[in-house]
């Protein structure tokens, strides 16, 4: 089945060492998110890439970085983590139509990484 | 920015029962989403709905575009049926921010 795959699903860092969490897509969707997600609340987006076009969010702390290195797969990594970036990050994504009005077409997520910071 | 209201906060229901969740949003969407977050955090895609009403099995969704609303329908509650209800608008036309809203936190007693 096409789907969203992130690895690994638990993340135990410790403070201020870098840490890489991975996502991969077989549905073929130009359009890939990444969302940090606390206790509680909604998913926050942190940035998105429209095909190779990196789009980050204003509020999104330095530290949080990404690539996508071809289609099928997106990294974001996370240069210093503090106690405070303990979350669950969600992997998403969605297919833009041109003429339909943004990209919730098709909007599917990962089962996302939970990651500590000890 | 658009902003995205969801009521009730939370919501317990007696297995069986049915309910309706509204997502209200403060200016025009083209489209809107529902997402069901398990207790295990897996957000799952329930309907993309832009406008009129769509049916999967015990749920249903319809979205009144003009007056800036959708509901979502659960009939005859599972105890599967919990976690937490989201829905979505596109942040900017034709744009990819995704605003959500807080979300309606449903428990089912079984």
């Known amino acids: 089945d096409a789907m969203v795959i992130q690895n690994p699903r638990y993340q135990v860092t410790q403070f201020g060492k870098p840490v890489t969490l991975s996502c991969s897509q077989t549905?073929?969707?130009?359009?890939m998110y990444w969302y940090q997600q606390k206790s509680s609340q909604a998913p926050k987006l942190l940035f998105h890439?429209?095909?190779?076009?990196?789009?980050n969010e204003a509020d999104t702390p330095d530290n949080f970085q990404s690539r996508r290195p071809n289609t099928s797969f997106c990294f974001l990594d996370i240069r210093s983590p503090g106690l405070g970036d303990a979350a669950m990050y969600l992997c998403?994504?969605?297919?833009?139509?041109?003429?339909?009005?943004?990209?919730?077409?098709?909007?599917?997520f990962g089962s996302g990484t939970r990651l500590t910071v000890v | 920015g658009i902003q995205v209201e969801q009521s009730p906060p939370d919501l317990i229901l007696q297995e069986g029962a049915n309910s309706t969740l509204r997502c209200n949003f403060s200016?025009?969407?083209?489209?809107l989403q529902w997402f069901h977050q398990n207790p295990w955090g897996q957000l799952i895609n329930l309907f993309y709905?832009?406008?009129g009403t769509k049916q999967n099995g015990r749920l249903s969704a319809t979205t009144v575009a003009t007056e800036r609303y959708s509901l979502l329908y659960i009939s005859s509650s599972q105890t599967t049926d919990s976690g937490v209800y989201f829905c979505?608008?596109?942040?900017?036309?034709?744009?990819?921010?995704?605003?959500f809203g807080a979300g309606t936190r449903l428990f089912v007693k079984a």
């Open positions: 709905i832009p406008s």
């Open positions: 979505a608008v596109p942040g900017n036309t034709g744009g990819f921010k995704t605003i």
């Open positions: 549905l073929n969707h130009n359009v």
């Open positions: 200016d025009s969407v083209n489209n």
């Open positions: 998403a994504t969605s297919r833009l139509i041109p003429g339909q009005g943004g990209g919730l077409y098709g909007y599917t």
């Open positions: 890439y429209y095909d190779k076009d990196f789009n």
